[in-house]
Protein backbone atom coordinates (compact mmCIF):
# COMPACT_ATOMS: atom_id res chain seq x y z
CA UNK A 1 0.00 0.00 0.00
CA UNK A 2 0.98 3.79 -0.72
CA UNK A 3 1.72 6.03 1.70
CA UNK A 4 -1.09 8.18 0.74
CA UNK A 5 -3.25 5.47 1.09
CA UNK A 6 -3.33 5.95 4.87
CA UNK A 7 -5.36 8.92 4.10
CA UNK A 8 -8.81 9.19 2.49
CA UNK A 9 -9.98 13.10 1.78
CA UNK A 10 -13.96 13.50 2.05
CA UNK A 11 -14.59 12.57 -2.00
CA UNK A 12 -13.20 8.91 -1.15
CA UNK A 13 -15.13 8.78 1.80
CA UNK A 14 -18.35 9.59 -0.18
CA UNK A 15 -17.11 7.25 -2.90
CA UNK A 16 -16.50 4.45 -0.69
CA UNK A 17 -20.11 5.15 0.99
CA UNK A 18 -21.73 4.92 -2.23
CA UNK A 19 -20.36 1.49 -3.47
CA UNK A 20 -20.94 0.16 0.11
CA UNK A 21 -24.42 0.98 -0.55
CA UNK A 22 -24.20 -0.26 -3.83
CA UNK A 23 -23.81 -3.75 -1.95
CA UNK A 24 -19.67 -3.95 -3.50
CA UNK A 25 -17.08 -6.49 -1.51
CA UNK A 26 -14.51 -4.56 -0.31
CA UNK A 27 -12.07 -6.45 -2.96
CA UNK A 28 -14.22 -5.02 -5.32
CA UNK A 29 -14.28 -1.25 -3.75
CA UNK A 30 -10.35 -1.87 -3.34
CA UNK A 31 -9.71 -2.21 -6.96
CA UNK A 32 -12.13 1.01 -7.95
CA UNK A 33 -10.25 3.04 -5.33
CA UNK A 34 -6.78 1.92 -6.80
CA UNK A 35 -8.20 2.81 -10.68
CA UNK A 36 -9.32 6.15 -8.87
CA UNK A 37 -6.09 6.45 -6.94
CA UNK A 38 -3.80 5.19 -9.77
CA UNK A 39 -1.86 3.25 -6.84
CA UNK A 40 -2.45 0.11 -4.78
CA UNK A 41 -5.48 -0.49 -2.04
CA UNK A 42 -5.84 -3.19 -0.39
CA UNK A 43 -9.40 -5.26 0.83
CA UNK A 44 -8.29 -5.16 4.20
CA UNK A 45 -7.47 -1.62 4.02
CA UNK A 46 -10.94 -0.88 2.96
CA UNK A 47 -12.43 -3.08 5.58
CA UNK A 48 -10.12 -1.36 8.07
CA UNK A 49 -11.62 1.86 7.07
CA UNK A 50 -14.90 0.77 7.00
CA UNK A 51 -14.99 -0.39 10.72
CA UNK A 52 -12.85 3.15 11.89
CA UNK A 53 -14.94 5.79 9.84
CA UNK A 54 -18.35 6.26 11.39
CA UNK A 55 -19.77 7.15 8.54
CA UNK A 56 -18.95 4.18 6.68
CA UNK A 57 -19.63 1.83 9.95
CA UNK A 58 -23.23 3.48 9.40
CA UNK A 59 -23.44 2.26 5.83
CA UNK A 60 -21.85 -1.14 6.48
CA UNK A 61 -21.16 -4.05 4.08
CA UNK A 62 -24.01 -5.42 1.99
CA UNK A 63 -25.37 -1.58 1.98
CA UNK A 64 -27.24 -2.22 5.26
CA UNK A 65 -26.45 -0.28 8.40
CA UNK A 66 -24.37 -2.24 10.65
CA UNK A 67 -26.04 -0.94 13.95
CA UNK A 68 -30.47 -1.64 14.22
CA UNK A 69 -32.31 1.03 14.68
CA UNK A 70 -34.79 1.10 18.22
CA UNK A 71 -37.54 -1.13 17.94
CA UNK A 72 -35.96 -3.21 14.50
CA UNK A 73 -36.90 -6.84 14.22
CA UNK A 74 -33.76 -7.79 12.86
CA UNK A 75 -32.52 -8.43 16.01
CA UNK A 76 -35.36 -9.10 18.13
CA UNK A 77 -35.60 -11.87 20.41
CA UNK A 78 -36.30 -15.21 18.77
CA UNK A 79 -39.01 -17.02 19.84
CA UNK A 80 -38.71 -20.01 21.94
CA UNK A 81 -37.62 -23.31 20.14
CA UNK A 82 -40.07 -25.94 20.16
CA UNK A 83 -38.93 -29.02 22.19
CA UNK A 84 -36.62 -31.93 20.20
CA UNK A 85 -38.00 -35.24 19.81
CA UNK A 86 -37.82 -37.43 22.91
CA UNK A 87 -34.97 -39.54 22.78
CA UNK A 88 -34.88 -43.13 22.46
CA UNK A 89 -33.30 -46.53 20.57
CA UNK A 90 -35.49 -46.35 17.59
CA UNK A 91 -35.12 -42.41 16.65
CA UNK A 92 -32.25 -42.36 14.46
CA UNK A 93 -31.72 -38.42 14.65
CA UNK A 94 -31.43 -38.44 17.99
CA UNK A 95 -28.95 -41.61 18.65
CA UNK A 96 -26.03 -39.57 18.43
CA UNK A 97 -27.25 -37.16 21.77
CA UNK A 98 -28.54 -40.68 22.96
CA UNK A 99 -24.70 -41.68 22.77
CA UNK A 100 -23.25 -38.78 25.06
CA UNK A 101 -25.79 -39.68 27.26
CA UNK A 102 -25.35 -43.22 27.51
CA UNK A 103 -22.11 -44.56 29.76
CA UNK A 104 -19.19 -45.55 27.78
CA UNK A 105 -18.20 -47.95 30.05
CA UNK A 106 -19.98 -50.02 32.87
CA UNK A 107 -18.25 -51.94 34.85
CA UNK A 108 -18.93 -55.78 35.82
CA UNK A 109 -20.63 -56.46 38.46
CA UNK A 110 -18.42 -58.33 41.00
CA UNK A 111 -19.27 -61.80 41.10
CA UNK A 112 -18.64 -64.12 44.72
CA UNK A 113 -15.85 -66.57 44.55
CA UNK A 114 -17.55 -70.17 44.99
CA UNK A 115 -15.15 -72.95 44.80
CA UNK A 116 -16.39 -74.37 47.82
CA UNK A 117 -13.07 -73.35 49.55
CA UNK A 118 -13.10 -70.19 52.46
CA UNK A 119 -10.71 -67.90 52.27
CA UNK A 120 -9.42 -68.31 55.79
CA UNK A 121 -9.13 -72.44 54.83
CA UNK A 122 -7.36 -71.62 51.63
CA UNK A 123 -5.05 -69.06 52.91
CA UNK A 124 -4.04 -71.59 55.22
CA UNK A 125 -3.51 -74.80 52.47
CA UNK A 126 -1.05 -72.32 50.99
CA UNK A 127 2.70 -72.70 51.08
CA UNK A 128 3.39 -69.21 52.70
CA UNK A 129 7.05 -68.74 50.45
CA UNK A 130 8.78 -65.65 51.42
CA UNK A 131 8.70 -63.06 48.50
CA UNK A 132 12.26 -63.60 47.53
CA UNK A 133 11.84 -67.67 46.67
CA UNK A 134 9.06 -67.12 44.25
CA UNK A 135 9.39 -67.94 40.90
CA UNK A 136 7.77 -66.28 38.09
CA UNK A 137 4.69 -68.58 37.56
CA UNK A 138 4.07 -68.19 41.13
CA UNK A 139 0.91 -66.64 42.92
CA UNK A 140 1.99 -63.49 44.81
CA UNK A 141 -1.10 -63.29 46.97
CA UNK A 142 -0.17 -62.40 50.44
CA UNK A 143 -0.99 -65.00 52.97
CA UNK A 144 -0.01 -63.74 56.43
CA UNK A 145 -0.94 -60.92 58.35
CA UNK A 146 2.86 -59.97 58.96
CA UNK A 147 3.75 -57.13 61.97
CA UNK A 148 6.51 -54.52 61.73
CA UNK A 149 9.53 -56.30 60.76
CA UNK A 150 8.08 -59.83 60.05
CA UNK A 151 8.78 -61.30 56.90
CA UNK A 152 5.33 -61.31 54.16
CA UNK A 153 4.28 -64.97 52.81
CA UNK A 154 3.04 -65.64 49.66
CA UNK A 155 0.63 -68.27 48.54
CA UNK A 156 3.06 -69.63 46.37
CA UNK A 157 0.38 -72.18 44.07
CA UNK A 158 1.16 -72.04 40.13
CA UNK A 159 -0.68 -68.99 38.92
CA UNK A 160 -0.24 -70.14 35.37
CA UNK A 161 0.04 -66.52 33.43
CA UNK A 162 -1.06 -63.77 35.76
CA UNK A 163 -0.22 -62.84 39.36
CA UNK A 164 -2.22 -65.04 41.20
CA UNK A 165 -3.52 -68.31 41.13
CA UNK A 166 -7.02 -68.64 40.18
CA UNK A 167 -8.80 -68.81 43.35
CA UNK A 168 -6.81 -65.46 44.49
CA UNK A 169 -7.54 -63.90 40.97
CA UNK A 170 -11.05 -64.19 41.40
CA UNK A 171 -10.99 -62.74 44.82
CA UNK A 172 -8.68 -59.79 43.48
CA UNK A 173 -11.84 -59.60 41.16
CA UNK A 174 -10.27 -60.15 38.44
CA UNK A 175 -10.65 -63.38 35.64
CA UNK A 176 -7.54 -65.77 35.18
CA UNK A 177 -5.27 -66.20 32.35
CA UNK A 178 -3.49 -69.44 31.50
CA UNK A 179 -0.59 -69.51 28.74
CA UNK A 180 -3.12 -71.65 26.74
CA UNK A 181 -5.35 -68.15 26.43
CA UNK A 182 -2.85 -65.81 25.95
CA UNK A 183 -1.20 -67.70 22.95
Given at each position: ????A?S ?18 A ?6 L ?12 I ?7 K ?16 G ?6 P???AP ?49 A ?31 C ?10 P????E??
Amino acid sequence: MASNASSYSADEITAIAGWLGDGLSATQIAERLSNRRRCTVTRNAIIGIVHRNKTLAAVGFGGAPCLPAAGSKRYAKPAPAAPGPKLHPGNIRGKKEARALAPVFAPPKPRPVDDGIGPRAYDAAARHIPLEALRPAECRWPVNNAAQGEKHLFCGKVSGFGSYCPHHAHRAGARPLFVAEAA
